[in-house]
């Protein structure tokens, strides 16, 4: 088949802008992503291989695991080692260095993400060279433009990030891209279902305002903040959200008051389900929503295909087979000559019953090629349903390849 080099007019270079969104629900320890429900494989107790509420990076190892037997082993990634010293980050120098010369150097897949908490109880002798507060300081100040309530340290507002007690909520960038889009957090905490507090950035500024229910104690304060580029949310309200006396929400069966600090208890963070009858926390849930930011850059072809040509094919269904002339009239190391004799099948069909209308050379495009410099193929665009090409249509099929 011919070759067309694509013009300057027909490929365009654009981006677009995507806000994917995402939900976590949060019930006794036990996380669940976009209203996923865990499901059964054949030979693993969850298809995608990770844990309820985590995404798994290049998405590998479904439905299998790590024994002998028929079931599929895991994938795993390697590489040789050799004299430019390549490794993963995970590997160890000693492990390195143990690893003879052609031998490989493996790691391990699924690698998976979730969201994370950590609280921090208020203490004045909190080691700050040891917590992710104290780390995030300088991004806190940065942001004090944007609303007084992310400096570190105010007189004024009577706050010390450094020492006040806070629920830090950690968000992976796989969820949420570039940024987390401003105006779309959204905290629900509920009790029996009811609900007792909502958060929302409303005002665009990283604040988290207390937005519901309508006449709330805490309705219209500010509490927490949030880290849009970071992927943080830090939580200091700490006024009861209810009338109740407590549930155990630090898991050491003891009441504590419903309030921000304990917003998405069990989320990795290392409290297991509740095995308590006093104080019991079932009756608590939590629901955090946000959108993404996503830039996916999008490369357009226009491929052409010209008028009074691409009227021929190579496909051996269009040569008549009926015929008794062969196809191969000469063929050895020295040659190939195709018989002159053989007829093309016409494909010109007729609005009568009986006979083939007047033949016309016509050919149907079902794949076009992608070729670089070399001419060495590196991607197949396939329509839908094959297009019919006649010696007076001239076609433009668009091509999009998102990266």
């Known amino acids: 088949m011919p070759y067309y080099k694509f013009k300057q007019n027909d490929i365009f ?15 006794d320890s036990s996380i669940f992503l976009d209203n996923q429900s ?6 693993t107790g969850s298809v995608p291989n990770v844990p309820s509420g985590h995404v798994s990076l290049y998405e590998v190892n479904v439905d299998r695991h790590d024994s002998v037997g028929p079931a599929p082993q895991l994938i795993h990634p390697f590489v040789p080692r050799n004299g430019n010293l390549t490794a993963f980050r995970t590997t160890s120098t000693s492990s390195f260095y143990r690893t003879e010369i052609g031998e490989s ?38 942001y004090v433009a944007s609303s007084p309530h992310y400096e570190y340290s105010s007189s004024v507002g009577r706050w010390n990030k450094g020492e006040d ?25 509920y009790i029996t279902g009811t609900l007792i ?64 600090l304990y917003f998405g208890v069990g989320a990795n963070d290392g409290i297991p389900a509740e095995t308590h009858v006093a104080h019991s926390r079932l009756s608590a849930s939590y ?3 946000f959108s993404g930011t996503n830039y996916v850059p999008v490369l357009t072809m ?13 496909n051996p269904s269009y040569i008549d087979q009926t015929t008794d002339s062969a196809f191969v009239f000469y063929s050895s190391s020295a040659g190939y000559i195709e018989n002159d004799k053989q007829t093309i099948k016409n494909t010109v069909k007729s609005p009568y019953v009986s006979p083939t209308g007047s033949y016309k050379p016509q050919t149907f495009i079902s794949k076009i090629g992608i070729f670089d410099k070399d001419k060495n193929l590196i991607g197949i665009a396939k329509v839908a349903n094959p297009v019919k090409k006649t010696e007076d249509r001239e076609l433009t099929f668009k091509l999009k390849l998102d990266f």
């Open 38 to 43: 865990a499901i059964s494989g054949a030979f």
């Open 165 to 189: 007690a806070i629920n830090l909520i950690s968000i992976p960038s796989i969820f949420y891209g570039s940024s987390i889009k401003k105006g779309s957090i959204d905290l629900k905490f």
């Open 105 to 142: 150097v493996s790691s391990s897949y699924p690698l998976s993400a979730s969201i994370h908490r950590q609280l921090y109880a208020a203490s004045t002798t909190r080691d700050q060279t040891a917590n992710k507060i104290s780390a995030l300081k300088n991004t806190l100040n940065y």
């Open 287 to 289: 629901n955090l929503e």
């Open 13 to 27: 270079h654009n981006r677009i802008k995507a806000h994917p969104k995402k939900k976590f629900f949060i019930y």
């Open 302 to 314: 226009l491929a052409h295909a010209p008028r009074n040509e691409l009227n021929y094919s190579s």
């Open 197 to 260: 507090g909502e958060l929302k950035d409303e005002n665009y500024s990283g604040e988290l305002i207390q937005t519901g229910p309508e006449g709330s104690v805490g309705s219209g304060s500010v509490a927490g903040v949030a880290l849009y580029n970071e992927g943080f949310l830090l939580l200091t309200g700490s006024w009861h959200l209810d009338s109740m006396t407590g549930l155990d929400y630090t898991n050491e069966n003891k009441a504590s008051r419903s309030s921000w």
